[in-house]
């Protein structure tokens, strides 16, 4: 069974620029979550997908932050413009069933911010 | 929402000794707490994971622990090696399977 894919797998960029990241989800599996991942601390949610519908995006940044899910399958996560605070670890994954079914995660997308 | 809180931030231990590091959780409709081992510069991995209707369950050198009158769930390893060395986190989820994470554990055990 193929995993949760993400790219690009590194991105540095200046502040106040546009990045996009990418995912695509474990075959089959309609709920997808991005998690933001500072240096040290835990995975903080930052929208959860069920198939193409936000299930909660209450910790995302809407300034500034975007993502979409538009066929239910692959999603991009997008910040415009960045700060230097979003240099994290972006982590996708996906889990089969919402519900308390076990998540997949990807190998994220390390943001440098400078 | 929900909020989980997990101790100790860092632990070290003998090789061979057993580490503990708990959390606990603020929503009582949280129903599914998984665990998960993070080795330096990799994805978060599931070790193990126990619903609210389990009070404990193990898995060779690893088990959990859930209170759900106290609303606190425990990681227990014994014989550790130092392949365990690692961060843990602890998280809890309720029926619509939105993910909070612990703040973690940084394991270290010494040869």
């Known amino acids: 069974e193929a995993g949760v894919a993400q790219s690009p797998r590194y991105k540095i960029i200046e502040k106040r620029q546009s990045v996009a990241f990418w995912c695509n989800p474990i075959s089959g599996h309609a709920t997808l979550y991005w998690y933001q991942q500072i240096l040290g601390q835990g995975p903080k949610l930052l929208i959860q997908f069920q198939n193409n519908g936000v299930v909660d995006d209450s910790q995302l940044p809407k300034d500034r932050f975007s993502a979409e899910r538009l066929k239910g399958v692959d999603s991009t996560l997008k910040i415009q413009p960045a700060k230097l605070e979003d240099s994290a670890v972006y982590l996708c994954?996906?889990?089969?069933?919402?519900?308390?079914?076990?998540?997949?995660f990807g190998p994220g997308t390390r943001l440098t911010v400078t | 929402g929900e909020n989980v809180e997990q101790h100790p931030s860092t632990l070290s231990v003998q090789e061979g000794d057993s580490a503990v590091i708990k959390c606990t959780y603020s929503?009582?409709?949280?129903?599914?707490f998984p665990w998960y081992k993070q080795e330096l510069g990799k994805r978060p991995q599931l070790i193990i994971d126990i619903r609210s209707n389990v009070g404990e369950k193990k898995d060779q050198r690893i088990a959990v622990t859930l209170n759900k009158t106290a609303k606190h769930f425990s990681l227990h390893i014994t014989e550790t090696q130092p392949e365990d060395s690692a961060v843990y986190f602890c998280a809890a989820t309720n029926t619509g399977n939105q993910f909070y994470f612990g703040t973690g554990t940084s394991l270290t055990v010494i040869p």
């Open positions: 929503d009582s409709a949280s129903n599914y």
């Open positions: 994954a996906s889990s089969l069933l919402a519900g308390g079914g076990e998540q997949y």
